[in-house]
């Protein structure tokens, strides 16, 4: 069965540097989306994209975040300087299809999630 | 504004018997769908079950069925003939309206099974 995949499992950085986050989409799929979770927290949603840009953002999803689907398989959540707060399981998903006036029963499958810390 | 609310932190339950996970929340869309997901220690989250706002029966995937009550906005997850390794935290999400595709989370119920 077709999975999302997410690289590094762990990452572990000191404050101000830049990370990349690696998502590969399930094949077929064209919506993607970023979420996290701070530990013992809920889940929040951070942006998604469709057709090369993004199509929503949280109020999270400051001038730090960037995404990018380089080529054709993968996803990236950039944080430019990291900040402790941004220490979070952060999780990408996708669906093959998104809203189009009605609600599809696609549903948003998670990768595995990267674990942030900042030190 | 969406809201999900799961009032239950922690259930026990012993094995084999089935428990019920409470999930209300609260929309103004006429159409949305509910979602529950399970995060096992290890952190992954996993797809269990969805309902469609409009969806005239109850969903219902093996061992797991949605209680879904409209009227009074719950759509709670029942776990049938527990196994140890249901012991998790189990998230209700809701995805709702026609301008968005955002999960929009509760705060989770960690379940632990006893032998």
């Known amino acids: 069965e077709p999975e999302v995949t997410q690289t590094p499992s762990h990452q572990v950085t000191q404050m101000g540097q830049e990370v990349i986050l690696r998502c590969v989409p399930i094949s077929n799929h064209l919506y993607f989306y970023w979420y996290r979770q701070i530990l013992g927290q809920k889940v929040e949603f951070l942006v998604s994209f469709y057709n090369n840009e993004i199509s929503e953002k949280s109020e999270i999803f400051d001038d730090q975040f960037s995404v990018e689907r380089p080529d054709g398989s993968n996803f990236t959540l950039k944080i430019r300087s990291t900040k402790l707060e941004d220490s979070a399981m952060y999780f990408c998903?996708?669906?093959?299809?998104?809203?189009?006036?009605?609600?599809?029963?696609?549903?948003?499958?998670f990768g595995p999630g990267t674990r942030l810390l900042v030190l | 504004a969406q809201k999900i609310t799961q009032t239950q932190p922690g259930m026990f339950v012993q094995e084999k018997e089935a428990v019920t996970l409470d999930c209300t929340y609260d929309?103004?869309?006429?159409?949305?769908?509910l979602f529950w997901y399970k995060q096992p220690s290890s952190g992954e989250m996993i797809f269990l079950i969805y309902q469609g706002s409009y969806d005239q029966q109850n969903a219902t995937e093996g061992r797991y069925s949605l209680n879904f009550q409209k009227a009074r906005k719950s759509a709670n997850l029942v776990i049938s003939a527990s196994q140890l390794g249901d012991s998790a935290m189990y998230f209700c999400?809701?995805?709702?309206?026609?301008?968005?595709?955002?999960?929009?989370f509760g705060t989770g119920t960690r379940l632990q099974v006893f032998p």
């Open positions: 999400a809701m995805r709702g309206n026609y301008n968005t595709d955002k999960l929009i």
């Open positions: 998903a996708s669906i093959q299809t998104g809203t189009s006036g009605s609600i599809p029963q696609e549903t948003q499958y």
């Open positions: 929309t103004s869309d006429p159409s949305y769908g």
